[in-house]
């Protein structure tokens, strides 16, 4: 009798989560702050090249939810979280280095090279956090009315983006970006958590300087990996340059 074909296994890392996975409910996978991922395959290389995730901009998450061996609803990921796990999905499938062109001050197209695995996670104040709830309070500054909030996950993001398509298709020449994103991110307005008020409000009570003090306020708090790059240039004094992500961040041979 001939001995059965052994599977290969195949070698996994562990990724720490920027979250620390303290926003997701205790009974999630994802309240350990990790998740195991597999290296990168030729199978996920045909994901890379294919026409129609690439047509319908779901390529990269395709590519995820096939590296992802801890078995999570990927939904429930949040954005900063996400973005963490893509950084090593690149790392474990094509190496840390990763180059790439921005424009320098003097106009000059530069080329660069950063070290993907010294990127860091984004200093947040956990304290803010309650354990297991995904929700914060803020007091609107100049209109004093108190809300609360939660941070968007990858569920989220996917009901936004239908939402505006749809919008859309009613009013093409119309912009719903901003107040759909504050639509879905607003639990309560003092205290109210009925979704018609939330939306009435957001609609046509909420001002624009306190949308944007929310705004700056949920930028701030949201954990996320930091995707800025600074020159070796000693006469550079930004706070960064935003390193592009693309299809070439996954696959530089492409060329797609």
Do not use: C
């Amino acid at each position: 009798m001939e001995n059965p074909v052994t599977k290969p296994k195949f070698p996994t890392e562990q990724v720490d989560l920027p979250s620390k996975g303290l926003l997701y409910p205790k009974d999630n996978p994802l309240s350990s702050g990790v998740i195991e991922m597999k290296y990168m395959t030729a199978r996920e290389e045909d994901i890379l090249t294919n026409t129609n995730y690439i047509r319908q901009g779901t390529v990269i998450d395709k590519l995820l939810q096939s590296l992802i061996v801890t078995p999570i609803n990927y939904d429930d990921l949040l954005t900063g979280d996400k973005n963490a796990i893509l950084v090593a999905a690149r790392v474990l499938g094509y190496g840390k280095d990763y180059e790439f062109a921005y424009i320098n001050s003097q106009n000059q197209e530069v080329n660069a090279v950063v070290d993907l695995s010294l990127l860091s996670d984004k200093e947040v104040d956990t304290s803010l956090f309650t354990a297991g709830t995904n929700e914060f309070s803020f007091n609107l500054p100049h209109s004093d009315n108190q809300i609360s909030f939660k941070l968007l996950t990858h569920g989220d993001e996917k009901k936004i983006e239908a939402e505006i398509k749809g919008l859309q298709k009613v009013n093409p020449n119309s912009s719903y970006d901003v107040t759909t994103r504050l639509k879905f991110m607003l639990l309560s307005v003092n205290g109210n958590r009925d979704q018609k008020t939330i939306r009435d409000f957001v609609d046509n009570y909420l001002i624009a300087k306190d949308a944007r003090a929310l705004r700056e306020y949920y930028t701030k708090i949201s954990p996320d990996i930091s995707m800025k790059y600074t020159p070796e240039d000693d006469s550079y004094t930004g706070e960064g340059i935003d390193i592009p992500v693309s299809l070439n961040f996954f696959w530089p041979d492409s060329k797609l």
